[in-house]
């Protein structure tokens, strides 16, 4: 049997070696989950504690008053099941790019033919892997322990879903870009930019009831549109296209931003030596 490449076999093209790198690279961060299943705790142990935390929130406040409860729990729970899509999409790129740093890999896989581009998109990747377990944990966790079925929402949360995931891909490729630039002390960025972007996002509740003088910076993410349409079909209304909109130009403009920012600071770390600090 053959073990290596035989240079008289032709090469598969270019997208087929692209798609073969992005799935080793999914594949490797799968054996490093089966190798440590504590990994699971945040796609299977946390989703299960913000749905019980939050529909129990959304009891409590209904007591009472059925309508007001049901709405309550309407935006409580449809709020955090789908702010997980922002959550995991970006902690699974950005924990992914850690991962190399932490097991002193980075300078290894900088010297192999993959690409930027295919090394994100193998996380990503798997990373959606993690997206389904944790968002299908919330959704059956909501409708066992509240009785609520996202589902019911209709075609109406696939669009804001999308603008989501893509939110949260923008962010991870920030926080990359940062950890590059300024080393291992900007780790904490990876987990603590998510707890900045969630009450500013009006994720549970429209952007009126936060300060004045933050509202001008919750105006400018595109997770407050993103939201403010959800809330609107919690409400039993058409979905708002105009805010569907708003939030995916948002989000587009946003991951341009953040993939300009990756791109500056992959430059900045080869040309500077940067990589001495993960060696």
């Known amino acids: 049997m053959k073990t290596q490449h035989d240079p008289t076999t032709p090469l598969p093209p270019g997208a087929a070696r692209s798609w073969l790198r992005m799935r080793a690279v999914s594949r490797r961060h799968a054996y490093v989950l089966v190798r440590s299943p504590h990994r699971l705790f945040d796609v299977t142990l946390w989703p299960l504690v913000d749905v ?22 309407g935006y409580l729970l449809a709020g955090i099941i789908l702010w997980h899509i922002v959550y995991q999409s970006q902690i699974a790129v950005s924990t992914g790019f850690l ?3 932490w097991s002193r890999n980075l300078l290894n896989l900088m010297i192999t033919p993959i690409r930027e581009i295919e090394y994100v998109g193998g996380v990503a990747l798997f990373g959606m892997a993690k997206l389904v377990i944790g968002v299908g944990l919330m959704m059956i966790g909501g409708f066992v322990f509240f009785s609520f079925n996202i589902t019911s ?21 920030f926080v990359i870009g940062v950890v590059l630039r300024y080393g291992p002390g900007a780790e904490a960025l990876a987990w603590g930019v998510m707890f900045v972007v969630l009450p500013l996002s009006g994720v549970f509740y429209p952007i009126d009831a936060l300060p004045a003088a933050v509202r001008p910076i919750a105006f400018a993410l595109p997770t407050t549109y993103a939201f403010a349409a959800l809330r609107g ?6 979905l708002d296209w105009s805010y569907v909109g708003i939030a995916a130009g948002g989000a587009l403009v946003l991951s341009l931003l953040a993939f300009w920012y990756l791109v500056s600071m992959l430059k900045l770390f080869r040309r500077r030596g940067y990589v001495t600090r993960y060696a």
């Open 153 to 173: 929402l209709g075609f109406a949360v696939v669009p804001i879903a999308a603008v989501l995931l893509l939110v949260g891909w923008a962010i991870s490729l």
């Open 99 to 101: 991962e190399e740093t």
């Open 52 to 73: 019980l935390m939050f529909g129990s929130l959304a009891s409590f406040v209904g007591t009472g008053n059925a309508s007001g409860g049901k709405q309550a729990a």
């Open 233 to 238: 079909v919690v409400d039993g209304e058409a």
